[in-house]
Nanobody, 122 residues
Framework: QVQLVESGGGLVQPGGSLRLSCAAS????????IGWFRQAPGKEREFVAA????????DYRYSVKGRFTISRTNAKNTAYLQMNNLKPEDTAVYYC???????????????WGQGTQVTVSS
């Protein structure tokens, strides 16, 4: 069974940090682009970050540049999203996904995790 499972979400105060993990099973991530997306209540799902199969190329939406870092450890079949200096507007369900190319469109990603809640509030 092909699966992605996110973990690491939770409640954090503004300025705090969280690290999200995305573990793959049933397939290997090394030949796939990994993307992170998020969806806030009442909002459309939006692109957050992506990383190439090799890990040498990354892409971030402007609002998270300098605060979030996407990475992957192919030998562990796992990807990560380190989130620093979190803001209330970062509150959302965060999803990891595997796709075929380094693009921001949701339709390019074929396998999705179940999501993990990130809440930034004082």
């Amino acid at each position: 069974q092909v699966q992605l499972v996110e973990s690491g979400g939770g409640l954090v105060q503004p300025g705090g940090s969280l690290r999200l993990s995305c573990a793959a099973s049933g397939f290997t991530l090394d030949a796939y682009v990994i993307g992170w997306f998020r969806q806030a209540p009442g909002k459309e799902r939006e692109f957050v970050a992506a990383i190439s199969w090799s890990g040498h190329a990354t892409d971030y939406r402007y609002s998270v540049k300098g605060r979030f870092t996407i990475s992957r450890t192919n030998a562990k079949n796992t990807a990560y999203l380190q989130m620093n200096n979190l803001k209330p507007e970062d509150t959302a369900v965060y999803y990891c996904a595997a796709g075929s190319s380094m693009v921001r469109m949701i339709g390019a990603y074929n396998v999705w995790g179940q999501g993990t809640q990130v809440t930034v509030s004082s």
